[in-house]
């Protein structure tokens, strides 16, 4: 689906909304780059591919507002990486662990709205102190000189809606990918300015194939492991090891489980990282007392952050090469701007609310404190809010922002964060604005 749906013009279609929604704020283009490609990412399920197909564009629109190649890298890198946690459409390794949890795919995408959320918004916050900090500028009036006009091409948001229609009306993944695919081959004929050229169509299909394939054969191979693992009764043996060398701790216990998902994601395909790990580090949470759907998004989360974790980020490599700049630079670069994403499984797993367990005001509550939380961490992470922040203040931030990501909604050291944070940010916005007014009088009165 999600390379024919490129093919038709759907994607360019992603970025020139893109363009049309945030293109012209502050930051313009690292914003682009962030609602863009987690369209994309949405369709493509692969940050690498992501990165490839929507860096060419938006990594000069990033430097053309006086972002460093290395922090226009980043941007792409971490952008296309979390278009495989973005509902509707996530990831692979959603549909998969639908089919291992035995729950319809709504169900998955429902629940990872918060954590995908978080993640956004995080990188949003911290593209917008950034550019307020260093005073990077817009897009100019000739970067949307060649967009076309947005009421010719709107048609071609029905093949998505085709899609996420399916799942939620509770057909298999593959019947709605099925009508979706179908959906994009006739749409586009609905306006001229959409029309494709039917001799395009086998390059589709080659295309196709060609990403089927990078992830069929691992996955062919992992299932010799998957069966071996089931039949010899390794994932409950490996389980008890890795809790026993943990020494029974839940923090060590869970810092392996990381390190072990972070390193198969290195060298594997996302789903194929992920199918392993449910088998072999899911049993073990469960064993600590974690819920199935509170450990399989762990598992699949610290995965999915394998693309921006040096030594070996795939995605940051891939933004590099695209950007003409430093690989290793932009991984390291990109793993700090991100690092707020290490905490969010942690939320999840401290409060389920986040992942739509609960009561309507359980998720409402747990969901705006953890989306407070995560902009009050790019505060403290850019050193900025309407003015420049000193160490201390940002430490202070850094804290609260963390404290109430990883604790229960409502404790005590949730709240006491939240308010701390609350009357931090108030106190330096008025007292900035107070002197700003004071310099301002003290400047005409010099006059």
Request: net charge positive.
């Amino acid at each position: 689906f999600g390379v024919v749906y490129s093919a038709v013009g759907g994607g360019q279609l992603f970025i020139d909304l893109a363009m049309r929604m945030v293109g012209k704020s502050r930051g313009g283009g690292a914003k682009v780059a962030i609602v863009g490609s987690s369209l994309m990412g949405t369709i493509s399920g692969s940050a690498v591919a992501n990165v490839t197909a929507t860096g060419v564009f938006t990594i000069p629109l990033m430097r053309r507002t006086g972002l460093s190649a290395e922090r226009a890298a980043a941007t792409e890198a971490i952008a296309s990486t979390g278009g495989q946690l973005m509902p509707p459409i996530m990831g692979i390794a959603a549909f998969v662990m639908a089919d291992l949890l035995v729950i319809p795919y709504a169900e998955i995408a429902l629940a990872g709205v918060f954590p995908a959320l978080a993640f956004y918004f995080a990188l949003f916050a911290s593209a917008d102190l950034y550019a307020r900090k260093h005073g990077a500028g817009t897009l100019r009036d000739e970067d949307f000189e060649g967009i076309a006009p947005m009421a010719s091409r709107i048609h071609m948001l029905v093949p998505p809606v085709v899609l996420v229609g399916g799942l939620v009306m509770g057909y298999s993944a593959q019947i709605a990918v099925m009508f979706a695919t179908l959906s994009c081959l006739l749409v586009p004929f609905l306006n001229k300015a959409t029309h494709y050229r039917l001799r395009d169509l086998p390059s589709m299909i080659f295309e196709t194939g060609q990403q089927a394939a990078v992830i069929a054969v691992p996955i062919a191979a992992i299932g010799i492991v998957v069966a071996v693992a089931i039949q010899s009764n390794l994932a409950l043996k490996f389980a008890s090891g890795l809790i026993s060398f943990g020494g029974g701790s839940y923090v060590v216990s869970l810092a392996l489980v990381i390190l072990g998902c972070i390193i198969m994601g290195m060298g594997l395909p996302t789903v194929a990282a992920y199918i392993i790990g449910a088998i072999l580090y899911v049993p073990a949470m469960e064993s600590l007392g974690v819920e199935p759907l509170q450990a399989h998004f762990f598992v699949m989360y610290f995965c999915i952050l394998s693309m921006v974790t040096p030594p070996v980020s795939l995605a940051s490599f891939a933004a590099a090469g695209v950007a003409k700049t430093d690989a290793m630079k932009t991984s390291v670069v990109a793993f700090g701007m991100c690092a707020v994403a290490f905490l969010i499984p942690f939320a999840f797993l401290a409060d389920k609310a986040l992942l739509f367990q609960g009561s309507v005001m359980q998720i409402a509550i747990a969901g705006v404190g953890l989306l407070f939380s995560t902009v009050i961490w790019a505060m403290g992470i850019t050193g900025f809010i309407v003015r420049d922040l000193n160490r201390t203040e940002r430490a202070l931030l850094l804290a609260c922002g963390a404290a109430a990501m990883v604790t229960q909604t409502g404790s005590l050291i949730w709240s006491a964060s939240i308010a701390a944070s609350v009357l931090y940010v108030v106190l330096h916005v008025v007292f900035a604005r107070r002197n700003n007014h004071h310099g301002h009088g003290a400047a005409r009165g010099a006059r």
